[in-house]
Structures are given as C-alpha cells and as structure tokens.
C-alpha cells in the first residue's frame, strides 16, 4: 500500500519579499522596472514548482533504504474520516473508520495466543446473550476471571496476534473500563473492553493528547504481548473481518452507524491456533455449535430476528439517543434465542413498563413460522431464569452439562403480527394470559428493520 505524504508548504526561505518601489522619473526606466520585477517574479515562482515536484518525484521512486525526509503527519492529521465511511461495504475503508485510519493492508491471520492465559480464565460466555442495554443479542464474549471477586488488574491481557493498538478510550467511573482496537490490517481486527487498566508500556506511548484526538494512535504489539490488565469484571473480546457481512443482520446501514463493527464480526475459535483453542475450549459455557455463540438470526420474510420502533432510525437511535445506550435501546426488539441453548426462545423487547425485559417463551412457538401470511399469533412471555444440567440455579462460572434459559411463572402475553417482510406490529398485555387478549388496541406498536437508517446528525 502507497503511503500518503503531505508535502510541506515552501519554507521560510521560498518566500520573498518584494521591497516597496521607488517612484521612477521617465517612462522607458519605468517598463524596464516592471519587466525586471515581472522576470523575477516568474523566475521564483518557477523554483518553487521545480523544487516542489523534485520532492514529489524523490518521494515516488524512493526505496527503503533511502534516507528522504518526509513530512509525516501527526496520527490526528493523517485520517480525516467521511461520517458515511463507517457504513461502507469496501473492506479497507470501513476498516479504516474502526482504526481512524491506523491500518496496513488486509488479509487475516492466525491468532496464535489467547486474550487471557488458558489458567487465569474460569469461564467464556458467549456472544448472543441479553441484559440491561443490551436488547439485541450482543456481538462479543465475555472471559470471566478464574476468580469473579478478583481485585482490579489481578490478570494480564494478552494481544491475540500481530498488530497495532488503534481506538484507544477509558471510561472512569466506580469501575474503570478501558477498551483497544487491535488491528492485524485493514480488515481483521480484535476489540477488547473492560480492561482495568492499560500495561504501562502501552500507557507510555499514548500521546499526551490521546483524548482529545479519540485514541487515535498506532502503537505496534506483537502476539503474546501484555497490553492491559483485567479483573473483578468481565473482559469483552469480539473478532472482526470487514470483508465479511453477516447474512443474519439484514440492513447493514441499520447498524452501522452507531457500532458499524456488529455487522462484521466472526468466530474467534475460526482463528485461533489448534494448540490455543485446545486450551481455551473447555472454559466455553455453551455446549453446542457455534461454540462462540450467534446473534444474528434476522431471515428476510420471517418475524425472527432484530426489529426497531418505527421511526428511531435502527440500532442507532434518533439523534437525540445515539449518545446514550439505554435511551436508544428502548426502542429495540428481539425474536431471538438463548446464547447458551438455543432451544430456548427469548422475547427481549427495550420498553416493557418503560424499560428493558428479557423474557423467556413458554409453549411452541417458531419464530421463524411467523410470515406476513400468519396472522394474529400470541406469545406467552414468562420470568427467565437461568439453571444448570442438574436444575440448579446458575450463579455464574464454569459448569458442566451446560445452562439453559428456562420459562417460570407468566408475566405477560404478546400479540404480534407481520405487517409485511420488513414491519411487525406488537403490544405486550400485562398480566394477562394468552386466553385474555383477542386483538390489538390502539397502544400497539410497528417495527421495521432498519432499512431506512440515516447516519444521526
């Protein structure tokens, strides 16, 4: 790949002062004044050119081995991202938008070391599970801790592959969570969340400006690297490869706009070394294939799936939502299944009572039997909960046997009806059983799926 230069602007002494001319006493000193001024103007404008394009031409041709100077921008000034970048289907420049332009190349790569050493993890959750914000089904893992009550920092973080720390950003609150972009190249990347702090070799090459220019920085790792720490909270971890969409995310620019790297994300176990998933694989909570988990199951025609209010402009949100997840949610629903056993079907919808809830599903119910052909159906939603092989109340950390998401005690009913392949309408009675309610009133509400999704301004 070329490397861009930006060409200085003449120095100093490339500029010219033109001293303030003295009155002339005849006509024929005079036009010889001017002609003399004219020449010279024309003269240095023409050292500039040449002595511009010699630099361009120098700067063409060079090789490795030479030793021109070039002008490099400083990381802010290197990439000036267009809004609509984080919504393009070219590979390279949608990578781009996710590393503000601290990429090289593409291609993947084999990740050769675990985010956290195989005897520091107690368990990996996996992608697809539901809670608070989260409406839809979430787009990475989560690595517990062999200890969930571990103090801040206990474990070290590990760069999966070869690569550069882009995106860098913290948020301080009552836990500190820092997340990193790690780029392979321009279209494979890694993205870590919840680190308790970054390694302090990585801390000492943030620019004392890192803030202010969005942790837009390129500081090169190697595989097995320690770039942060983690502990008494879960560490996020999510793969992505931008030359790959995900089928089951029907309208990309309904979500590109707010977490444009949901629609790219793949398996980690896909890439992993065979001696590395070997020992990571046991800590893996679901039990059926895809390990990893899935949260896309969107089908055109079918009411399974993502669906958004109509009108909150998809995933994102309106405008005055983008901002803050919790406010944006409230205008999600999901047709979905349970992460760690998908026999379970959920209902998770952002605005039950003003909030979100995730419900489980009793009785036989298909979601993906839900066509525009099929009319009124009814859904009787239920308190979830999750419990182990045994029946046991499932507490967090690794079990074996699995975990299944199971109906309890009926909180609700659902009526929905598919309008037509891209509209659902839905009212949620409750209390009230599916024998209770007939028909929809005028409290009901229309989802689409995003298809009509604008980048909020």
Known sequence: MSEEVNIPPPSEGDKVEVAPQLPVRNTRTRTIVLISAVVLVVLIALIIVLKKRGNDDAVAVATPSATIAVNTPTP??????????????????????????????????????????????????????????????????????????????????????????????????????WNITLSHSCTFMAYYNLMTSLAPNIMSQLPSNWQQISGNVKIPVKAGDIIGYSGGQSLDFQLA???????????????????????????????????????????????????????DYDIAGEAVGNWFVVGTNGYGGTPSQTSDEFSRALGHLSLAYDSFNPSSLVFSIGNYQGKPQVFAVKGTVDWTKITPTSGLVKVELAEGGLQTSTGAVWNGGYVAGGITF????????????????????????????????????????????????????
């Open 76 to 177: 802010d000034q290197q990439y000036h991202p267009s809004p609509s970048d984080s919504d393009s289907l070219d590979p390279v420049i949608k990578g781009k938008s996710l590393t503000y332009g601290q990429c090289d190349g593409q291609g993947t790569t084999t990740l050769t070391h675990a985010p956290m050493d195989p005897k520091d993890i107690g368990s990996i959750a996996p992608e697809g599970s539901f809670g608070g914000a989260h409406v839809t089904p979430i787009d990475h893992e989560y690595y517990y801790g062999a200890s969930l009550t571990a103090a801040a920092d206990t474990y070290p973080v590990y760069a999966v592959m070869d690569g550069n720390l882009n995106a860098v950003g913290n948020v301080m609150g009552a836990k500190t969570s």
């Open 406 to 457: 199971v109906a309890k005690n009926t909180l609700a009913t659902a009526l929905v009806q598919m309008v037509d392949v891209n509209h659902l309408k839905v009212e949620l009675f409750a209390g009230k059983t599916p024998d209770q309610v007939s028909a929809f009133t005028a409290a009901a509400v229309t989802y689409d799926r995003g298809q009509d999704a604008k980048l909020a301004k």
């Open 241 to 295: 490869n931008t030359e790959t969409t995900l089928a089951g995310l029907l309208y990309h620019n309904a979500y590109n706009f707010a977490e444009p790297i949901k629609i790219n994300g793949v398996k980690p176990l896909d890439y992993f070394a065979s001696s590395v998933k070997a020992d990571i694989l046991p800590k893996y909570l679901r039990q059926v294939e895809p390990r990893d988990g899935k949260y």
